[in-house]
């Protein structure tokens, strides 16, 4: 029953310094990317001389706004490597980083309506199977079994046709996760600094020197970008482009209820995904809205259609009341796959478009980008996820285990 | 959720719309000539403007044309709407 209870924080977590003339790493954007990806930079690479600049508040962007779906049952090779290494972290992430993150693995179903659904998922199986990621398929009684608070029946629009589940995906605490990362890169020497927004870039020829801030001008040789939604606004400033489309994204939770749904239950075809969190909320979400924006909030119907859907497939819900919606800024690649790596500004960083699912990613994401600003190369994970793809058309095609899923 | 004003119908709902992505991106006159770049540019690249946008919607519940819009990303205001033959309307947001 301890699920129901949080423990107490500590009074502060880290300092709050006003920043320096300089530093060796700039990281703009202080969701969950940048302040791993600072303390990996810290940990793995000795480079302490670092700040993260936040214009807002700590993970007050997509970080603490997403529904946290943890798993890495993607299709592609690049994409079970990168999600599969980070699952692996987050196994390791509270002895790591020394926090609770209540990581909780109580696996992921991925529903299949229709007979293209099922084909799909049983050959994203398979997938899975030969990179070594846990996945089977179950059949409508078995997710009956794993999920007894859904209706199976076919008298529905859409029936339950079975699924895939991954026993070791699961949850965590989006916020605490937050914490835990700026903790430990703080204690390594990262200046994390907030309401610091980054306006513009001081340049030398292709080379940038310093950023220009809110807060005054900082120099530095490397600036690593992990803002988000927001990435467009700063590399055109910088004077290039990437090819992400920034969306609203929302997101509701019901009021308290007792524990009854036991694992996290997607499903793509009715757009709907539903977890309960653990003080007791029911946690849904959807797809984007379908147009850009910048406003972190949607519009209503989407919410009102996978409500209809959530209902659908559990009766139980329609008892239940919406507590709050939010929106946050996502941003979304042609390809649903997201973008790392050098850029054509020299000592410019790029890590963006991982759309609705980047939240499970922040271990292998700040990992690996750490590693690229510290050797100005990608390391392995990313390799394939460079800006080039779109040229060279090896575009890493998820949109099947990625469009509407987190 | 957005009214829309269709230039045919008038002031509708949004879930009476398709969204259909930036507007005035033309048809490469010549694809055989283009690089691999300018492929990438064409198919992959979009201005992604806090701000002022074109873009092209589909009255796909009504009359089921594409029309153009001005709308502003950051309170999704729309200021314009155009038929698709029409140049982007000049003007001046407020606020921008
Ligand atoms: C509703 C919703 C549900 C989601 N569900 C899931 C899920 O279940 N599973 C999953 O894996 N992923 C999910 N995601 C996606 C995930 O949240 C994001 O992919 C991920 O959080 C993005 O990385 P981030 O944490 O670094 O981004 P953010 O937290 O958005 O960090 C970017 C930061 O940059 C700051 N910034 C922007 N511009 C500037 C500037 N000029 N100067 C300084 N700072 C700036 C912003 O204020 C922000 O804090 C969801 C997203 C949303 C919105
Ligand atoms: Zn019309």
């Known amino acids: 029953m301890n699920q129901r209870q949080l423990p107490e924080h500590p009074d502060f977590l880290w300092p709050n310094p006003e920043p320096k003339a300089s530093y060796d790493v700039v990281i703009i954007g202080g969701g969950g990317h940048g302040l791993a990806t600072a303390y990996y930079l810290a940990k793995n690479h000795g480079i302490t001389n670092v700040a993260v600049l936040e214009k807002g508040w700590l993970a007050g962007g997509n970080m603490a706004r997403n529904t946290t779906i943890i798993r890495s049952n993607y299709l592609w ?8 290494f980070s699952l ?39 997938a899975n199977r030969l990179n070594g990621v846990d996945a089977e398929w179950v059949d409508p009684r078995q997710v009956k079994e794993l999920c007894p608070i859904i209706n199976i029946g076919d008298d529905i629009r859409y ?26 890169a703080s204690e390594l020497g990262v200046d ?4 610091c927004e980054v306006t513009g870039f001081v340049m030398d020829g292709d080379r940038v020197t310093g950023v220009q801030t809110t807060r005054g001008r900082i120099a530095t040789g490397k600036v690593a ?24 994204l929302q997101a509701l939770v019901s009021e308290l209820h007792e524990i009854i749904h036991p694992t996290v239950v997607m499903s793509n075809h009715v757009h709907v995904y539903v977890s309960q969190a653990h003080k007791g909320e029911l946690v849904m979400g959807a797809g984007v809205d379908s147009y850009t924006g910048y406003d972190q909030r949607g519009s209503f119907h989407v919410i009102e259609h ?18 709050r919606t939010w929106g946050g800024i996502v941003d979304v690649t042609m390809d649903a796959s997201p973008i790392m790596g050098l850029t054509p500004v020299d000592g410019m960083y790029v890590n963006c478009g991982w759309g609705t699912g980047g939240f499970k990613a922040v271990p292998g994401a700040g990992w690996s980008y750490a590693h690229t600003i510290a050797h100005d190369e990608p390391h392995a994970l990313n390799a394939g996820y460079g800006l080039e793809r779109f040229v060279t058309g090896a575009l890493i095609d998820e949109h099947g285990a990625a469009a509407v899923a987190h | ?39 990438a540019q064409y198919l992959f690249y979009r201005d992604n403007p806090k701000g002022d946008r074109a873009e092209r919607w589909l009255h796909s519940a009504g009359c089921r044309r594409w029309f153009n819009a001005v709308r502003d990303t950051r309170n999704y205001e729309i200021s314009a709407v155009y038929r698709l033959s029409d140049p982007r309307p000049h003007q001046t947001t407020k606020g921008a």
């Not at chain 1, 002895?95 to 084909?119: I, K």
């Not at chain 1, 996978?306 to 507590?323: G, I």
């Not at chain 2, 045919?8 to 000539?33: K, L, M, N, W």
């Open chain 1, 159 to 184: 029936p339950v046709m079975g699924g895939t589940y991954q026993p070791r995906a699961g949850i965590a605490k989006h916020d605490w996760v937050a914490w835990a990362y700026a903790r430990r």
């Open chain 1, 77 to 84: 090779d690049e994409s079970s490597a990168m999600y599969e």
């Open chain 1, 88 to 126: 692996k972290r987050w196994e390791g992430m509270e002895e790591e980083l020394g926090y609770d993150v209540f990581f909780s693995q109580r696996g992921v179903l991925n529903l299949a309506h229709t007979l293209q659904d099922v084909r799909d998922s049983v050959r994203r199986v398979e």
């Open chain 1, 306 to 323: 996978q409500m209809s859907a959530a209902v659908e497939l559990f009766p139980a819900f329609s008892r239940a009341h919406l507590l």
């Open chain 1, 225 to 248: 970008l992990a803002v988000a939604g927001h990435t467009s606004a700063l590399t055109e400033l910088a004077g290039f482009q990437v090819p992400i489309q920034s969306h609203p």
């Open chain 1, 192 to 195: 994390l600094i907030q309401n």
């Open chain 2, 1 to 39: 959720m957005l009214i829309i004003d269709c230039p045919y119908c008038g002031p509708r709902s949004e879930t009476e719309f398709g969204y259909g992505g930036q507007a005035h991106v033309a048809y490469p006159p010549d694809p055989h000539a283009l690089t691999d770049e300018e492929w």
